[in-house]
Nanobody, 126 residues
């Protein structure tokens, strides 16, 4: 079992960058697929990016099309932490960003994740 806790959100101008962090307690962190989702006001939660475990030390990154090339997901298993590096932020990137942990390869679906953090607010001003 893991418990994700996000940090790093804040207010940034359009074109700026932020790095979100998610620390997940648990001794088997390295075996979990870790994903980031976001929810804008009045909208449904949407997939952002994920790193899925493929056995051993192999992970594959998945990205939503609109974030590909701007966002990068990475993880440091020694620190039980997954990061979301966000560049060239746009006002439409505003929302609550949540980290989740799961064991499914279906990384873009919320049902694939068993554990969720509380989320961190990202606001991008124009």
């Amino acid at each position: 079992q893991v418990q994700p806790v996000e940090s790093g959100g804040g207010l940034v101008q359009a074109g700026g960058s932020l790095r979100l962090s998610c620390v997940a307690s648990g001794r088997t962190f390295r075996q979990y697929t870790m994903g980031w989702f976001r929810q804008a006001p009045g909208k449904e939660r949407e997939f952002v990016a994920a790193l899925r475990w493929s056995g051993g030390s192999t992970y594959y990154a998945d990205y939503a099309d609109s974030m590909r090339g701007r966002f990068t997901i990475s993880r440091d298993n020694a620190k039980n932490t997954v990061y979301l590096h966000m560049n060239n932020l746009k006002p439409e990137d505003t929302g609550v960003y949540s980290c989740a942990a799961g064991e499914s390869s279906q990384t873009s679906y919320t049902w694939a994740y068993d554990y969720w953090g509380q989320g961190t607010q990202v606001t991008v001003s124009s």
